[in-house]
Structures are given as C-alpha cells and as structure tokens.
C-alpha cells in the first residue's frame, strides 16, 4: 500500500514538472517570437528612413533594445532582416500573399475564368500597395549586396510559380485562350502583375490605385481569355 502511494506521488510530481516545464518552453517560444517581431520592425523602420546600406545592424539593434548577437540568433543576416520585414508588411492585415490559404481558396471557389482573373488583380494590387515601400530597398540593396540579389530572384521565381497555379486554375475553368501554354500564361501575369510595373505606374507616374486596379485586371482579361 504504501508502494502504491509513494508510486503515485511520484507520477503526480512527473506530471506537475512537466506542465511547469511545457510552461516554461511556451514562455520562451513567446518570448523569442516577440524579440524577434520587435527587431524585424526596427529593421523595416530603419530601412525605409536610412536605406540598405544606411543601415548597420549595430543600429539595427539599438533601435530594438538588443545587443547584435541576438539578432543574428534570432532572424540572421542583413539580408534575412530584410526579407522578414519583407514578409511582416506582406502578411499585414489587408495586404494577403499574392496566393495565401484564403487566395487558393477563393481561386478554387470562383465559378468562372473571369472571377478568378478578377481575384487575381485585387490580390496583386493589394500586396504591391502594401509592399511598394520595402521593395524599393530590396531593388536598391540587390546591386550591393549578392545575398538580396540571390533572394531577389528567388522570390520572383515563386511569385512565377505561384502565377503558373493560377494559370492552371484558369485551363481547368476553360478560359484561358487557345494558343497559349500555362507557362506564357504565367509569365504574363509576372510582368503584369509584377511589383516594378506597380512602382512605375503608381508612383513614378502617379497613377491612383483604383486606376492600376482597373488596368490590371482589363490587361490580364485581354491577354489571357
């Protein structure tokens, strides 16, 4: 009997350190995310204010209150803060990725060729609008800095990539026009849609977004139904 007891109170102390010790990893985890949440928007602060090059990761950590090491234990390098700011403005409430879970989803619901190009255009100009800022430094930190420029072409390789799932998505409605494969498909839709073409149009020659949104979508309507 008193086997049994002294058994049992051993399992009960087991279970309480482990829910202390889950406690504390949760703790840690949240406050790692948060660390690194506050860098990354000192870094998008600092950017947008001084530029790529204007911008040490010495001040980098200043701003955000951290010695240097921590920042290179919690993001990386120069140019992995500046693909996670890219990521933090792009993820921001009302700018979705160009194909998110709720892009794909609506893509798939949409009844027509027409609603999915439709879906498309909005989903663009939004995440140009929000993005327009930092992209300006990526382009400008890419001629200095090989590590941007590599990361630069990866992501216009995945935004391809992500336009040649719309475009599949378009043959399976049976509207994308005869004559055109999905790969020309996809291509049209990254020089329409691509963030460079947004800058020159909005704002190097100030066009509304309203006016780009309805470029957009009559540009990729004609070229590709």
Do not use: C
Request: glycine share 8%; aromatic share 6%.
């Amino acid at each position: 009997m008193a086997f049994s007891t002294s058994f049992h109170l051993v399992e009960q102390y087991a279970s309480y350190m482990d829910t202390v010790e889950s406690g504390a990893v949760r703790r840690r985890a949240a406050q790692a995310a948060s660390t690194r949440g506050e860098i990354v928007m000192a870094a998008g602060r600092l950017m947008l204010e001084r530029g790529y090059v204007g911008t040490s990761v010495a001040a980098i950590a200043g701003e955000a209150g951290v010695v240097v090491q921590t920042i290179y234990n919690s993001v990386g390098s120069k140019a992995e803060l500046l693909a996670a700011v890219l990521d933090r403005v792009a993820a921001e409430p009302g700018a979705p990725a160009l194909l998110s879970g709720a892009t794909r989803a609506r893509i798939a619901e949409a009844r027509t060729a027409t609603e999915v190009i439709r879906i498309l255009a909005r989903s663009s100009a939004l995440v140009n609008e929000r993005t327009s800022g930092i992209l300006r430094i990526v382009s400008e930190a890419a001629v200095v800095d090989p590590d941007v420029g590599e990361f630069e072409q990866k992501r216009d390789a995945a935004r391809l990539h992500g336009f040649g799932e719309v475009a599949a998505a378009l043959r399976e409605k049976r509207g994308l026009r005869g004559g055109i494969s999905d790969h020309e498909a996809a291509a049209t839709m990254w020089a329409l849609a691509h963030p460079h073409t947004y800058r020159t149009l909005v704002l190097s020659l100030g066009w509304s977004t309203e006016a780009y949104l309805n470029w957009l979508e009559k540009s990729l309507l004609a070229a590709l139904l």
